[in-house]
């Protein structure tokens, strides 16, 4: 995990790098992200969150020990150089389970990181952030490091009774925003105040120290803070530095650490500069890639819509907006019952309830067909104009082919693109 260490090291240095991590297990967005890697010729940081990937199957149906060799034999596809992956588990803890007593639920989050650590995942997110059922008002910071700790202990074990040894590195916090981006509208949103990151990292230091941690607490190398982004379903709270700039000064005071940065989604693509110079040194991204998914997918679902008879049509976004209602298991408690919203937000809500659909086989089914509808039949320019007009230039410029899955692709990766050049370009 030096890739990382360094990454910190020069940030804390005053150079303007970071690395972003892609948080999904959709292929066609893993695919984008390892083609962006191999253009920039950069490691690509890949993290599978909890509700994703887990000992049950999550809800993509995988495991964490199906999830590394699922990747790699993407990246075989494009080209890619494995040793330039590195894999994060996000969210790791009791998250899945917090409706379940707590000493309940960390007993499944232990298995969690043990699934996590054996699989080969390097860079652990320890989030015991969450109350669990039993637990009364807001959790103090050393619960919430005294449980984390507890999942580090099983994370050390776990990687040096399979590999010898631990070069795991951790990332710790008490502030995390909710995986997947806020479920109610943000009408305000608070910076962590330094003298509660002082308090969290203090308490955090104590309970590895407790459990004889020192060695993983050396190779703690992120916190999770607010630094005052997040989206909601229909608006984003864009990174201001002027709110966020005790926060990024009192780094200094903090030994070796740097911060990470979630619900980084849909930011203006200055501000990622702004979040690697203060700090922010890790950068999560997943809904926003997803949504670009979406977008490039329901796009060719309109020119399939003009260019193939009915009867062959996918019908794709109706076929999404069928699973939805079907199973609303992933959106209901998130969305607005009233059906005119409600079906608005499940298309195009910036928090993308829908990615969690896509495994579906009748959603897989229609999105093949669409690509063969496609790929049978040649997309005319002004379709792509019209629909895709990005992709377009591109197909003009004769930098990208009008195939189907490249035109996706190429969508998904104008996202990526903008954190890679905050990240390593170093563009102040």
């Not at 229909?234 to 903090?254: E, G, M, P, Q």
């Not at 020119?303 to 959106?331: F, N, Y």
């Amino acid at each position: 995990m030096q890739k990382i260490l360094d990454i910190a090291s020069d940030n804390r240095r005053g150079l303007a790098r970071g690395i972003y991590a892609i948080c999904t297990a959709h292929p066609l967005v893993l695919k984008a992200a390892l083609l962006q890697g191999l253009k920039d010729n950069t490691p690509v940081l890949i993290e599978a969150t909890a509700n994703q990937v887990n000992q049950f199957g999550g809800y993509t149906g995988m495991q964490p020990a199906d999830f590394i060799p699922f990747v790699n034999a993407i990246a075989e596809t494009v080209g890619f150089d494995r040793q330039q992956i590195i894999f994060g588990g996000d969210h790791l803890g009791p998250v899945c389970w917090v409706s379940e007593p707590a000493e309940q639920a960390m007993a499944k989050a232990k298995d969690l990181i043990r699934a996590y650590v054996a699989a080969g995942f390097k860079k652990i997110h320890l989030d015991t952030s969450m109350r669990c059922a039993d637990d009364t008002g807001p959790l103090t910071d050393a619960t919430v490091a005294e449980r984390a700790a507890a999942l580090c202990a099983v994370a050390e074990k776990t990687a040096l009774a399979v590999f010898g040894c631990a070069e795991l590195v951790y990332v710790v916090g008490t502030e995390v925003p909710p995986p997947g981006g806020a479920a109610e509208a943000i009408d305000d949103l608070q910076v962590t105040a330094c003298e509660d990151v002082l308090a969290t990292v203090e308490a955090h230091r104590k309970a590895f120290f407790q459990r004889d941690l020192s060695q993983a607490w050396e190779r703690v190398v992120g916190l999770v803070v607010q630094p005052g982004v997040e989206f909601d379903h229909t608006s984003v709270h864009d990174y201001r530095r002027d709110d966020a700039k005790d926060l990024s000064a009192l780094l200094s005071k903090i030994p070796n650490l740097v911060y990470e940065a979630h619900s980084t989604d849909y930011q203006p693509a200055k501000a990622y500069t702004h979040l690697i110079v203060d700090h922010f040194a890790i950068l999560k991204v997943g809904p926003q890639l997803t949504y670009a998914l979406r977008e490039a997918l329901f796009s060719l679902s309109h020119i399939e819509d003009e260019l193939i008879t009915k009867e062959k049509c996918s019908g794709l976004r109706q076929v999404c907006e069928d699973i939805m209602l079907a199973s609303p298991e992933h959106w209901a408690n998130y969305y607005p019952k009233q059906e005119s919203q409600g079906r608005l937000y499940r298309r195009y809500s910036y928090s993308d309830r829908i990615r969690y659909y896509w495994v579906k086989p009748e959603i897989e089914q229609a999105v093949t067909c669409l690509m063969n509808n496609l790929t049978e039949s040649s997309i005319p320019e002004p379709l792509l104009a019209q629909y895709l007009p990005q992709e377009y230039q591109a197909v003009r410029s004769k930098v990208l082919k009008p195939t189907a899955q490249a035109l996706v692709l190429f969508h998904i990766m104008q996202v990526i693109d903008v954190y890679a050049k905050a990240c390593w370009k170093q563009e102040v």
